[in-house]
């Protein structure tokens, strides 16, 4: 999936949060995050005007600069809290969840009322940094894709 402008982010793809609560991970987000590695990923708020939520896994996030998050939330390394359930920390808001080996997860409605999504929504899937991928939900680069007259790629 190319840069949707000149020196902007690079796009993998949409994808559409089903009825259920599923929801796909483009092929090239999955490979590039090794994403489905520990059957488990991090999802964390997404930045006031992407929305959404950002994606990481214990192996990318922990020997990160960010790895404070896990090592100051130790409930969250360890999986203690309940799958879905947020913890906040510094301003963001942090839960794991399992995902399939073909990079499916599945958010409960109680996680999307949170994030402020719904299914029928398409989430733009962004590279971000080389820790985490976003899912966004809003805001102009959301636009930008949607006004791009290439071809973005659905799953």
Known sequence: MPQINKGGKFIFGRSLIRDDGTLQFPPQAMVEYTITAERKVYLFT???????F??????LLGPSKLGHILTETPQLKNYE?????FVKYKGRSYTWIDITEDGIIRLTSKMM?????????????IRSS?????????????????AYSGKIAEY
Do not use: H, W, Y
């Open 113 to 125: 009322d949170f994030l402020g999504i719904a299914p029928g929504m398409k989430l733009l899937s």
């Open 46 to 52: 997404g930045s006031k005007s992407t929305g959404g």
């Open 130 to 146: 080389n820790i985490a991928f976003t899912m966004g939900a809003k805001g102009p680069l959301v636009e930008t894709a949607n």
């Open 54 to 59: 950002c994606v990481t896994r214990q192996g």
């Open 81 to 85: 809290t309940a799958s879905g359930e």
